[in-house]
């Protein structure tokens, strides 16, 4: 799969969840705790989704 989700929250409860689901069904693994982390990432790895 190509597509990649970025998921940016504070609370790790959050980003555990949405983790676990997208990695269930193929996505790979983008999480992070904050905006400017989030920033980073989507800067150096291009991403299909960000929440």
Known sequence: MNERVLVADADTNITDVCRRYLEREGYPRMTTRDGLEALEL????TSNLIC
């Open 42 to 45: 989507w800067r150096s790895q």
